[in-house]
C-alpha cells in the first residue's frame, strides 16, 4: 500500500469536512450519517473513521473548522473594512452562503440538546467573540471608528445582529443577500465611523 503524504492527508480531511458541512445543511445534524457524508465525500467509511473516532468527533471538527479564520484578522482601515470582513466565511467552504448559514445554524440548534457539542461550541463563541474584539478595539485605537458602548457590548451586538439575521432568513426565506443587507444597516448603527 503506498504511503500518503501529509499534503494527501490534509486534502482528503478537508473533503471529509466540507462534505459533512453540505451534508449538516441539508439534512441537519441528527438527520446527517456517516452514510451520508461518506457519498458527499466519494470516500469509504474506513477513511472517515482514518480521520474522526465517530460522527460526534466529526461534527466537532466541522464546527471548530468552518468557525475559526485559516489566518490572522487583520486590523481593518475603517468601519466599513470591519463590516465587510464580518460578512465573509472564515473559510472557503464550497457552499452558497444560504447553506453555509443553514449549517453554522444546524450547529448551533443541536448544541440546544447534545452536549458534547455543547460543550464544543462555547469555546469557538469566546474565541470569536474574543478575536473580534480585539480587531475592535484596534481599529477604535487606530481612530477608524468610533462606538457607543463598550468594545464588548459593540461585539456580543454585532454577533447577535448577525445571528438573529440568519435565522431570520432561513426561517423566512429571505435572501441571504438580503439579510446580509440588513444586518449590515443594523450594524451601522452601532457606531460612528470617522
Known sequence: MPKRDSTHMAAQRERILRAALSCIAAHGVEGTSIEHIRKAAGVSAGTIYRYFANKEDLVVA???????????????????????????????????????????????????????????????????????????????????AEIAGTPEETVRAVSAVGIGMSWLAVLSGQSTEAATEEAAAIIDRLVKPR
Open 62 to 144: 466541522v464546527l471548530e473548522h468552518f468557525s475559526t479564520h485559516e489566518a490572522a484578522v487583520p486590523v481593518p482601515k475603517d468601519w466599513a473594512d470591519y463590516r465587510a470582513g464580518l460578512m465573509k466565511e472564515k473559510r472557503p467552504t464550497g457552499l452558497s452562503s444560504a447553506a453555509l448559514d443553514s449549517a453554522m445554524l444546524q450547529l448551533m440548534a443541536a448544541a440546544l440538546s447534545a452536549d458534547y457539542l455543547r460543550a464544543a461550541i462555547r469555546p469557538v463563541i469566546e474565541r470569536n467573540l474574543a478575536e473580534q474584539r480585539q480587531v475592535l478595539e484596534a481599529l477604535v485605537k487606530s481612530g477608524g
